[in-house]
C-alpha cells in the first residue's frame, strides 16, 4: 500500500474509478486508508449493487453507478458466479468451472454497458488526475478499449489479471504487459492474488 499511496500522491489523484466495484471493498479499504476525495464505483450486478449503495450512502464524495463498463454502449449477458465476486460479461473456461466451484454459473441476466470515455466526459472527470482500479474478471482490456485514445491521460492503474486465463478471451499477464509499456506504463508492483490449491 506504501508504493500505492506514494504514487496517488506523486500524480495529484483528486478521483478513483473503481471499475467492478462488488460490494464496495476496495472503495472501502481506501476511505479506510485515509483518502478522502471523489471517487465513483461501478457495478452492474443487483444485489451487489444494493450493498454498494448502502456503503456509500453517507459519504457524499463517493459516487455509486449501476452499469458495466466496456467497449461499446450495449446491453449484455452477464454471468453470475455461485461467488458473485467471479462474475462475468465472459463465460469461465471450462476447466476453471469444473475446479474452482465459485465460478460455477448460478444464473444470467442482460446488463446496460457503457464507455467509459463518454462515461468520464458526462461527469467531468479529470483522467490526468484519475487512478483507475480494474477488477472486471477477464474483461479488462474491453474496459481499456472503451477509454479509446483517451486510455494514455490515465497516469495510476491497477488491475486484477491472470497468467493463466479463468474467463474465455481474458488476455494473459504478459499481454497486458507489453501493452502497458509499449504506452509508456511502469510496472510499480506486483501482488499473488488467487491460487487454486488442488491445481
Known amino acids: 500500500m506504501k508504493a500505492l499511496d506514494q504514487e496517488i500522491q506523486r500524480h495529484?489523484?483528486?478521483t478513483i474509478l473503481d471499475v467492478g466495484a462488488n460490494r464496495g471493498q476496495f472503495a472501502r479499504h481506501?476511505?479506510?486508508y485515509g483518502y478522502r476525495q471523489t471517487m465513483h464505483s461501478f457495478e452492474p450486478l443487483p444485489d451487489a449493487l444494493a450493498q454498494l449503495e448502502k456503503e456509500a450512502a453517507d459519504d457524499p464524495d463517493w459516487h455509486v453507478h449501476s452499469f458495466a463498463l466496456g467497449k461499446a454502449d450495449e446491453r449484455r449477458?452477464?454471468?453470475i458466479g455461485m461467488n458473485d465476486q467471479t462474475s462475468s460479461l465472459k463465460p469461465a473456461v471450462k476447466d476453471m468451472r469444473h475446479h474452482i466451484d465459485a465460478m460455477v454459473v448460478?444464473?444470467?441476466i442482460d446488463v446496460d454497458v457503457r464507455r467509459l470515455?463518454?462515461?468520464a466526459a458526462g461527469l467531468g472527470v479529470d483522467l490526468a488526475r484519475s487512478f483507475m482500479k480494474l477488477?472486471?474478471?477477464g474483461a479488462e482490456l474491453d474496459v481499456i478499449e472503451g477509454l479509446g485514445s483517451r486510455m494514455v491521460e490515465v497516469p495510476l492503474i491497477q488491475m486484477e489479471t491472470a497468467i493463466v486465463p479463468a474467463y474465455q478471451e481474458?488476455?494473459?499477464l504478459t499481454t497486458m504487459l507489453d501493452w502497458f509499456a509499449e504506452g509508456g506504463?511502469?510496472?510499480i508492483g506486483i501482488r499473488p492474488g488467487f491460487f487454486e490449491p488442488r491445481t
Request: glycine content about 4%.
Open 170 to 172: 481474458e488476455t494473459r
Open 135 to 137: 477488477d472486471v474478471q
Open 77 to 79: 449477458r452477464f454471468h
Open 185 to 187: 506504463w511502469h510496472v
Open 117 to 119: 470515455d463518454d462515461v
Open 106 to 108: 448460478a444464473k444470467e
Open 12 to 14: 495529484g489523484i483528486t
Open 30 to 32: 481506501m476511505r479506510d
